[in-house]
């Protein structure tokens, strides 16, 4: 079966700290995965994706995410919080049992960085 | 920098009545999407749409929803006969390139379809 877990419904941190919001994964195949970000009445955002080759990948605004094949997580990072990055965030993963065009999402996790 | 539209951003409407949602996906962008989200719940695809036809569809996606691309800008979903449970968030998206499985899908706004 194909699909994607984010374990929390909330992460909390303070402003200036590393943040990690977590995403496991699912697939048969060679995973194609991605971050977005939906801030209040904005659609999705593209942040980043993994298809192949460095298992650190780099994003917009700051965002990167490491890809870990042995323990099937994609997890993204931020060295530095800022209260701008409160929002909600989604981790997806290619749906490739039939045409590959579906993304399956995750169920979301809210991020809230405190001043 | 190019983004994908939908109008409008609230529809609402009376059980078993017909809706059509629009779209207008990223200029010269080949892949067209819709997804859902009921509130509380995980973002769910519905349709892909590549060259005026289907290219994908979900269990979700049944007699009652069509997908149309009526002219060379807009891209729609039609609702026939509405129900309560259709009540939902619906994104369009689009991706750039024949090579959908590694492309990235870039979200419109969403309308969110209220049934009464």
């Known amino acids: 079966a194909q699909s994607v877990a984010q374990p929390e419904d909330q992460v909390n941190v303070a402003e200036g700290n590393p943040l990690t919001v977590k995403c496991t994964y699912s697939?048969?195949?060679?995973?194609?995965l991605f971050w977005y970000v939906q801030y209040p009445n904005r659609g999705l955002q593209f942040l980043l994706k993994?298809?192949?080759?460095?298992?650190l990948v780099k994003g917009s605004y700051g965002f990167e995410a490491e890809f870990n094949k042995s323990q099937t997580s994609f997890h993204l990072k931020k060295p530095s919080a800022l209260v701008s990055d409160s929002a909600l965030y989604f981790c997806?993963?290619?749906?490739?049992?039939?045409?590959?065009?579906?993304?399956?999402f995750g169920k979301g996790t809210t991020l809230s960085v405190s001043s | 920098e190019p983004e994908v539209t939908q109008t409008p951003s609230h529809q609402v409407t009376q059980m078993g009545q017909e809706v059509i949602l629009r779209c207008v996906p990223i200029?010269?962008?080949?892949?067209f999407y819709w997804y859902r989200q009921i509130l509380g719940q995980k973002v769910e695809f519905l349709v892909s749409?590549?060259?005026?036809?289907?290219?994908?569809k979900s269990e979700i996606f049944d007699d009652q929803f069509s997908v149309e691309r009526p002219d060379g800008s807009n891209f729609t979903l039609k609702i026939r006969s509405t129900k309560l449970e259709d009540s939902a968030m619906y994104f369009c998206?689009?991706?750039?390139?024949?090579?959908?499985?590694?492309?990235?899908?870039?979200f419109g706004p969403g309308t969110r379809l209220t049934v009464l």
């Open positions: 998206a689009s991706s750039s390139s024949v090579l959908s499985s590694t492309d990235t899908q870039y």
């Open positions: 697939v048969s195949g060679n995973p194609y």
């Open positions: 993994y298809i192949t080759g460095d298992n």
């Open positions: 997806a993963v290619r749906d490739m049992r039939q045409a590959g065009t579906a993304l399956i």
């Open positions: 200029s010269n962008h080949l892949y």
């Open positions: 749409f590549y060259n005026n036809e289907i290219s994908e």
